[in-house]
């Protein structure tokens, strides 16, 4: 089955810093790749997608980047405020005919500092 | 709001009890996944279900059941709990995984304390 090692685990910047999340998979067969950010006492939200036809998705200071080859795919977080602190996790999900589920990184615990 | 609703929000209870965990999906979402997340841990999949139908299994203890109902509701149930079981307990929905619909919604959990 499918294998997601997420990295750092736990993340601390500066306001108005950048923050880059990495992950990587093992089954190559898998083609969409979710990020949820989990606040405190909440489920986790989705906040970008990206499917394996696709390189790079941006949704306004949220990018992620996904590098088929190497099995890796990363979220950039550009110009961090402090309310994006939270724990962020990422996940990957093979076709049906492999019977993959969702499986998720161990999570990155993101802290913006003012 | 995601749209997936989840009761109780809160349960305590002993060990050796038997709880049951409710979650309505989104609407017009046909799949349901429940995810166990223990204290600073990260989501351990338990179960999906799509229509109805069990659709994969993931890291569930004998002790564990669920279903999915003819009105797409879903209920985890676990006996015999342990102190172990405490944890914070997630429901999912998504329209048609496999179909290019497999987005997963996240409910606002259920924080079982099992004393």
């Known amino acids: 089955g499918e294998n997601v090692e997420q990295h750092p685990s736990t993340l601390s910047v500066q306001e108005g810093d950048s923050a880059v999340i990495k992950c990587t998979y093992s089954d190559s067969a898998s083609n969409y790749f979710p990020w949820y950010k989990q606040e405190l006492g909440k489920g986790p939200q989705l906040i970008i997608d990206?499917?394996?036809?696709?390189g790079e998705k941006k949704d306004q200071r949220i990018a992620v980047t996904l590098n088929k080859t190497a099995k890796h795919f990363s979220l950039h977080i550009t110009e961090t405020q402090p309310e994006d602190s939270a724990v962020y996790f990422c996940a990957a999900k093979g076709p049906p005919y492999n019977n993959n589920d969702m499986r998720f990184g161990a999570g990155t615990r993101l802290t913006v500092k003012p | 709001d995601s749209g997936v609703t989840q009761t109780p929000k809160h349960l305590i209870t002993a060990t050796g009890q038997r709880v049951t965990l409710r979650c309505s999906p989104r609407s017009g979402d046909l799949s349901v996944y429940w995810y166990q997340q223990s204290l600073d841990q990260g989501l351990q999949f338990l179960i999906q279900?799509?229509?109805?139908?069990?659709?994969a299994k993931g890291n569930i203890l004998e002790r564990f059941s669920a279903q999915q109902f003819p009105d797409l509701h879903s209920e985890l149930n676990l006996s015999s709990l342990e102190l172990g079981d405490s944890a914070l307990y997630f429901c999912?929905?998504?329209?048609?995984?496999?179909?290019?619909?497999?987005?997963?919604?996240f409910g606002p959990g259920t924080r079982l304390l099992v004393l």
């Open positions: 999912a929905s998504s329209p048609r995984p496999g179909y290019g619909q497999e987005t997963q919604y």
């Open positions: 279900y799509y229509n109805g139908e069990e659709r």
């Open positions: 990206i499917r394996s036809n696709v």
